[in-house]
């Protein structure tokens, strides 16, 4: 197994130790006393999840050490870290934390892709996913968002809304490349 990867499972691995600290801070604060040194356990582990995710693809390039399986584990541990700490960050609520209507548009993004690239392998026998502009974007401020909440930023709140605007679009817009793909197809026919 290469370093790159091994630094992905690393990354892997910190996800439900963000959560841990992430949940166990949510409840001191419920109970009235926050303890801080848990927010900061929850940002660290974060950060260096976050930070690796730059490590390993460097290495993977720098040393040549791109594999079938990096290719599989890498956007598996960026949207898991991602996705686990929107969804604990909404239904775990810290004093600033993200509106319960934001994972929920993020996950429906998610699961509309998903789906459309099923369509499209049945359809076609063909998919071909390349980022938008506007899905960097949306990754960027969704980002932006859980920093919000785990710096506790309490008048940012833009962030969110940006974050959840740039999310719907691309979702719009991989729903018209799609279909847009599926016209094509069927053309071709």
């Avoid at 691995?13 to 109970?31: M, Q, T, W």
């Avoid at 356990?41 to 040393?63: K, M, N, Q």
Wanted: charged fraction near 15%; include cysteine.
């Amino acid at each position: 197994m290469t370093l790159a990867n091994q630094i992905t499972l690393v990354r892997i691995l910190l996800i439900p130790v963000f959560v841990v600290f992430a949940v166990y801070y949510a409840d001191s604060v419920r109970g009235g006393v926050a303890q801080d040194w848990l927010r900061w356990c929850a940002v660290a582990a974060f950060v260096v999840a976050a930070a690796s995710d730059g490590l390993d693809g460097w290495i993977a390039r720098r040393f040549n050490q791109r594999s079938a399986l990096g290719v599989v584990l890498d956007p598996i541990a960026d949207k898991g870290l991602l996705l686990t700490a929107i969804i604990t960050l909404s239904f775990y609520p810290w004093p600033v934390s993200l509106p319960l209507w934001f994972p929920v548009i993020v996950i429906a993004r998610d699961v509309v892709i998903l789906v459309g690239c099923g369509l499209l392998k049945f359809f076609t026998g063909d998919v071909e996913v390349r980022p938008s502009f506007l899905g960097k974007m949306a990754t960027a401020l969704q980002m932006a968002a859980v920093a919000w909440v785990l710096l506790q930023i309490p008048e940012q709140k833009w962030i969110v809304w940006a974050a959840g605007l740039f999310t719907l679009l691309s979702g719009i817009g991989y729903i018209w490349r799609g279909m847009h793909a599926m016209g094509g197809a069927a053309k071709a026919e």
